[in-house]
């Protein structure tokens, strides 16, 4: 009997890994997507399907841990500071965004002549969008650190949080609910934000010094059961308290995010990260009921079209009012017009309290399967309906296979100058950069330019990282910059790296990165500058050369003191216009003081041993 078992649990293995393995290149071949594959495998071998599974509720219970993994690897991308200039989107733009919509599909229940409480609970849940696929679509797409995807990455945040209150409307709204008293519903939220500053403190002070010991160790399978603990333990304190596993992840991931470990975090967290997320798009295809799509076929269809062309007016109205473009906002609402995996949260634990029955929860949740089905068919729509920002790669070859012993990251006026020195000393220039137009209008100046994103760890191997002697990091986007030194210099520890800096700010992260060099893209062209200016006064070119030195030197001082105090420290290096008196040198005296007399020396010599 237990060989029986045994042989049934690896047919269902191999059925699973089967589905995915074909059903995913015929898709992404077909111009489909991976996700769009994922789904349709679930359905032909789920429970409604060849029936090679029985029960789909436990296999998408296992599967949500590739959402949690993939938050946990999206948290580590986004530091504390990052995070914190989002609060705008996340409580201004998500919370409009959520009660606009959530008001609009209530509006489509009222109107097919449901009770007022199942309208809500129907459409707040068809409100959470599904962040699984609108991650991976946007990570497809390379769009997750653009500052349209951090937008759409602020509102799935907001969702994400709207479960704990939306849960607890869920038990207001239930026969006999309005007797639970105050003090409970406090409770509860007391209990979630303890759970929160909880996990912050943990990560905060105990997280870097575990993994420090662990390195220490030097057991690389140490260091993965120590990041699996992490993800798995932020996710369950979260589901715990009452909020959502995956928003346990990401401030597991924030927490870590500048932490000397996190690329081994990530390299260590992704094959898993995967795996359960293609397992989870399979178990959401298992869990489309067909019986129920067949027998309610015209109440799934209409509602299906009315959720998601009311979500998607709603997403796009509140973009375009707040300043949103007409193509940004036509691909928000596109994104994310699909309801989500929190949905089947809410409407079973609206179904437990009595607000809805069992068809109406099997119908809702496929609704919501078909929309999160339906959602990389409409991105295809939109693409070919709308082409014009589809950029054609004729004519430009992809960086793959380079061997240049140095390679240049960004080729605009920045990149293109600084290549000259190096090109005329005769030394083999590998060149990348990502936008096509430059790399066409390079080729006519007899420049050969390939195309890639250095922010991609594959592309900087396919480029050559690895085995050139230097990096010369040229592009003009200071976060871009500094994710390249990043990944560089946590991939090709040896490798030479020189960067271009935008500014003080990218110029300190990039040193702190570990770039052996580092260059704002302004300061030698402002000093000539400034030099110029004194000898078209009148000023002798030497006493010019000795000021423009002292420049550099309170510059590297003030430079200096920012690495070890901050952004803010190191004003007594500059030179104001408002005549401030500065009690000290700035600059150290160019030779030593020396005594002049036997009086004057012992003066000196009772100075320095006081001192």
């Known amino acids: 009997m237990t060989a029986e078992a045994s042989s049934s649990d690896l047919v269902q293995v191999v059925a699973l890994l089967a589905a995915g393995v074909i059903a995913v290149p015929i898709f992404k071949r077909m111009g489909l997507g991976s996700i769009l594959g994922y789904l349709a495998a679930g359905v032909v071998i789920g429970p409604f399907g060849l029936r090679v599974f029985s029960e789909s509720g436990s296999i998408l219970h296992v599967a949500e841990l590739g959402v949690v993994m993939f938050l946990f690897i999206i ?182 995010s500048e932490s000397t470990f996190r690329h081994q975090l990530e390299a260590d967290i992704e094959p898993f990260r995967g795996i359960l997320l293609g397992l989870f798009f399979l178990a959401v295809g298992m869990s489309l009921d067909l019986g129920v799509v067949a027998h309610n076929w015209r109440l799934v269809a209409i509602y299906v079209v009315a959720y998601m062309v009311m979500k998607a007016l709603g997403i796009y109205i509140v973009a375009r009012i707040l300043k949103s473009g ?182 300190l992260q990039l040193v702190r990165a570990g770039v052996d060099y580092q260059l704002r893209e302004t300061f030698e062209s402002a000093l000539v500058f400034g030099g110029s200016a004194l000898e078209a006064l009148g000023v002798d070119p030497e006493e010019v050369a000795e000021v423009i030195e002292d420049v550099r030197r309170r510059d590297e001082a003030r430079f200096e003191t920012q690495l070890a105090e901050g952004v803010r420290a190191g004003q007594r290096f500059l030179k104001g216009n408002i005549g401030t008196p500065i009690p000290t040198p700035l600059t150290q005296p160019r030779r030593a003081g020396r005594a002049l007399n036997q009086e004057t020396a012992v003066v000196l010599n009772q100075a320095e041993t006081k001192n």
């Open 326 to 507: 007409h193509r940004e906002a036509l691909e928000r609402a596109v994104f994310m017009a699909q309801g989500g995996e929190f949905a089947f949260v809410l409407y079973s634990s609206a179904a437990a309290v009595g607000i809805i029955d069992g068809q109406a929860n099997a119908t809702l949740t496929a609704i919501v399967i078909i929309s999160m089905v339906l959602t990389p068919l409409a991105i295809v729509a939109l693409r070919y309906l709308t082409p014009r920002d589809e950029q054609s790669l004729d004519g430009v070859d992809i960086a793959d296979g380079l061997t240049g012993s140095v390679l240049i990251i960004g080729f605009g006026r920045f990149g293109q100058i600084a290549s000259q020195p190096l090109l005329l000393r005769g030394l083999d220039v590998s060149i990348i950069d990502n936008e096509v137009e430059m790399i066409q209008a390079a080729a006519d100046f007899g420049f050969k330019v390939y195309y890639g994103d250095g922010t991609r760890l594959d592309i900087l191997h396919a480029a050559g990282a690895g085995r050139a002697r230097a990096v010369l990091i040229c592009v003009d986007k200071p976060d871009a910059a500094v994710r390249i030194a990043q990944l560089i210099k946590a991939e090709f520890p040896l490798v030479t790296i020189l960067a271009r800096a935008f500014d003080r700010g990218t110029a």
């Open 75 to 256: 948290g580590l991308e986004m530091q504390p500071s990052r995070l914190w200039g989002l609060r705008r989107e996340i409580f201004g733009l998500g919370a409009l965004q959520v009660g606009v919509c959530g008001m609009l599909l209530t509006m489509v229940g009222l109107a097919g002549g449901f009770p007022i409480a199942q309208s809500f609970v129907a459409g707040a849940g068809f409100v959470l969008t599904s962040t699984a696929i609108v991650m991976q679509l946007l990570e497809e797409r390379g769009e997750i650190a653009t500052p349209k995807g951090q937008r759409i990455v602020s509102i799935l945040l907001l969702e994400d949080l709207m479960i704990v209150p939306l849960l607890a409307l869920v038990a207001f709204l239930a026969p006999g609910g309005a007797e639970t008293s105050i003090s409970e519903r406090l409770t509860e939220v007391g209990i979630g934000i303890a759970a929160i500053v909880g996990l912050v403190v943990a990560g905060r002070y105990l997280l870097n010094p575990l993994f420090r010991v662990l390195a220490d160790a030097r057991a690389r399978e140490v260091m993965t059961a120590a990041a699996l603990l992490v993800v798995l333990g932020s996710a369950l304190a979260m589901q715990l308290s009452g909020l959502s596993m995956a928003m346990g992840a990401f401030l597991a991931g924030v927490l870590l």
